[in-house]
């Protein structure tokens, strides 16, 4: 499976930009898919996941509900939608596919390149 990640780019704070995630080289109606962010000096960290029935959804608490991740299996893609964001959502994100827990980087098999989302005030 090939990722491929984008929609991102400079944003004010406050707005809602949505960041897509498209696939090739194998349907992504099997697996889960995910969203995790590195920002500058940090660790990766999750972001939001969803099972590949989208019957499940995670997300990372830090989020307050400003994130939802949703897919489209006929279109092969996977999306983040961000609302309300902040100069701290500044940082490559990354989306990625995985069969189980989907909850930490080891879960994951697939990585896209990443997209960088920056935040100014």
């Known amino acids: 499976v090939q990722l491929q990640a984008s929609g991102g780019g400079l944003v004010q704070a406050g707005g809602s930009p949505r960041l897509s995630c498209s696939a090739s080289g194998r349907t992504l109606s099997t697996y889960g898919l995910g969203w995790f962010r590195q920002a500058p000096g940090k660790e990766r960290e999750f972001v939001a996941a969803?099972?590949?029935?989208?019957?499940?959804?995670y997300y990372s608490e830090s989020l307050e509900g400003r994130f939802t991740i949703s897919r489209d299996n006929d279109k092969n893609t996977a999306y983040l939608q961000m609302n309300s964001l902040k100069p701290e959502d500044t940082a490559v994100y990354y989306c990625?596919?995985?069969?189980?827990?989907?909850?930490?980087?080891?879960?994951?098999?697939?990585w896209g390149q990443g997209t960088q989302v920056t935040v100014s005030s």
């Open positions: 990625a596919a995985g069969r189980f827990r989907l909850r930490f980087r080891d879960d994951f098999d697939y």
């Open positions: 969803m099972s590949w029935s989208g019957t499940n959804r």
